[in-house]
C-alpha cells in the first residue's frame, strides 16, 4: 500500500519559516518525481515545488520562487519543502504528490499518489 505522509506544518508569523516533509513508502520513492502542491479554501489546487526523480532538476512556482526550497533524501524516503519568508498568502493546505511522468511540471493528472495534506497558516 503507498503512502505518502506530510508533516511540519503549523502556524508561523510572516517573515518566519517552517519545514515540510513528504515520508513515502510502498513504492520505488526515488524513481518518481515529487512535487508539492498547496490549496486554500475556495482556490483551484497549485503546484508550488518539484524535483525530479534523480534529483538535479527542480522548478518554482513564481510566487515562491527565492523563498521555497524542494530536496529529497532517497535514503529515507523523503522530500522535504523549506519555506523562508513565508506570507499570509503562503496560508493554504501542502499536499505532496509522486509522479512517474520524468518532468518537473507535474500537473495533477500527472499525479499517480497524493497525500493527506498538512495545514499551513501564516498569521499574525
Known amino acids: 500500500q503507498v503512502q505518502l505522509v506530510e508533516s511540519g506544518g503549523g502556524l508561523v508569523q510572516p517573515g518566519g519559516s517552517l519545514r515540510l516533509s513528504c515520508a513515502a513508502s510502498g513504492l520505488a520513492f526515488s524513481s518518481y518525481t515529487v512535487a508539492w502542491f498547496r490549496q486554500a479554501p475556495g482556490q483551484d489546487r497549485e503546484s508550488v515545488a518539484a524535483i525530479s526523480w534523480h534529483g538535479t532538476t527542480t522548478r518554482y512556482a513564481p510566487s515562491v520562487k527565492g523563498r521555497f526550497t524542494v530536496s529529497r533524501d532517497d535514503a529515507k524516503n523523503t522530500v522535504f519543502l523549506q519555506m523562508n519568508s513565508l506570507k499570509p498568502e503562503d496560508t493554504a493546505v501542502y499536499l505532496c504528490?509522486?509522479?512517474?511522468?520524468?518532468?518537473?511540471?507535474?500537473?495533477?493528472?500527472?499525479?499517480?499518489?497524493w497525500g493527506q495534506g498538512t495545514q499551513v497558516t501564516v498569521s499574525s
Open positions: 504528490a509522486a509522479s512517474s511522468a520524468d518532468t518537473v511540471i507535474v500537473t495533477p493528472t500527472r499525479v499517480h499518489y
